[in-house]
């Protein structure tokens, strides 16, 4: 069955468009995605391969999620989301795991960013969190981002200490990918909670990396938006 999801991204495929992104994700030599390997499949189409293979092993995925391939990863990715939304309880649990136990594969900004809230950070809602701190203190900077990321879930459900204490340990964190990462959270806090995220921001502007804060204040108004990047 991989080989016939294979052949159908490989009919999608795109060499201009693979050239563009492999510049765009950065996959040059000293790059934050060196070696990854486009075929120029943009994601509407990866949805739709995705939502053909919906029943698709999971065992057979986690081959697939180990492909050097980027548009593979992602489609196996996808269809992971697809079945941890229709899954029971036992059935998130174990998708949860096979997702914490291949982090190294989950390894750009868009496969963290279509991924982390609607599996882990989902499946966190009602489970230990402390596995985000460990994944928030790591070396790797796409189990950073998954940490980041994954409390998009709990910020849609109106909880939001988790994001704040992960966004407090990233202030000092010295990549600019998980500086907008933290910075997009606090704008999501924002938007259900203006007055959270503000007191954050007293606390912490003044030291934040300065592509985080633009991220942070972009719903403010102008004159706000100034008067925190003045200061």
Known sequence: MISRI????????????????????????GQYAEGDVFLGIMVPEQRKVAKRYSDFPLKELRRLLSSRIHEHR???????????KRADRKGRKKIADVYLA??????????????????????LLDNDRSVLFRLA??????????????????????????????AEMLLTDDHDLIHKAVGWMLREIGKK???????????????MPRIMLRYAIEKFGEEKRASYLRK
């Open 6 to 29: 294979k052949n159908d991204l490989m009919k999608c495929a795109n060499p201009e468009k693979a050239k563009l992104l492999s510049r765009f994700f950065k996959t040059g030599k």
């Open 74 to 84: 992602l489609v196996s990715l996808l269809i992971l989301v697809g079945k941890y």
């Open 102 to 123: 291949n982090t190294r594969h989950i390894n750009n900004w868009d496969l963290v960013d279509l991924s982390a809230p609607h599996i882990l950070g989902n499946y």
């Open 137 to 166: 203190k790591s070396g790797k900077i796409w189990e950073r981002r998954i940490a980041v990321m994954a409390t998009f879930a709990f910020i849609r459900n109106g909880s939001f200490e988790d994001t704040l204490r992960i």
């Open 193 to 207: 909670d203006r007055k959270t995220e503000e007191e954050f921001l007293k606390k912490h502007y003044r030291g």
